[in-house]
């Protein structure tokens, strides 16, 4: 038998103010083993079970699950980051962080200069915006995790890359844009 959350977190940001909430049911026992800037959690209490026959098991499960609001930077970052702390997949977190492949043949390196090259920089600025979002949650939470941090420092160190090259061929295409621009 599957053991219900035992709490709600109630997932808020200081900049969509607490009338934007996201609800999250997690494991309390989760949350208190990882994030160690989330106060004691309150116990969530059994209310009622009907028992189920000698063959089967109880059903009717009623538990009373404590709301815990929870301010975060980044609200939309969070469900990632609970996924990675409920399974420790780094390669989830990357398919979240990172919406392009590194192909077996090339770099890191490479693969950044080669998204920079396909994407606008705009959108490249979004996607890095992830990144700190995702960062700024671990930091707020108090999640200490050395893959965590290495995993989420190396897709930054992706964009990084990728952005420091959007920089470059922006340079390249602004001087003859403006030469179009002013007929120089």
Request: with cysteine; net charge negative; hydrophobic share 45%.
């Amino acid at each position: 038998m599957v053991s219900p959350p035992t709490h709600v977190l109630a997932v808020y940001s200081e900049l969509l103010g607490p009338s934007k909430v996201a609800l999250f049911p997690v494991y309390g026992i989760v949350i208190a083993a990882l994030c160690s800037n989330i106060p004691p959690l309150p116990p969530s209490t059994l209310l009622s079970q009907r028992k189920g026959s000698n063959h089967s098991p109880p059903q009717d499960l009623v538990v009373s699950v404590p709301i815990i609001p929870t301010k975060l930077p980044s609200v939309e970052m969070f469900q990632p980051l609970l996924s990675y702390l409920y399974t420790r997949n780094v390669n989830q977190l990357f398919d979240c962080l990172l919406p392009f492949d590194i192909g077996s043949d090339e770099s890191m390196e490479e693969a950044a200069k080669r998204h920079a090259q396909t994407v606008a920089l705009k959108q490249l600025l979004n996607e890095a915006s992830r990144v700190q979002a995702i960062w700024s949650n671990i930091i707020a939470l108090g999640i200490f995790d050395d893959d965590l941090f290495s995993s989420v420092e190396m897709v930054w160190n992706i964009y990084s890359v990728a952005l420091e090259e959007a920089a470059r061929k922006d340079q390249e295409v602004l001087p003859s844009a403006l030469e179009n621009a002013f007929h120089i």
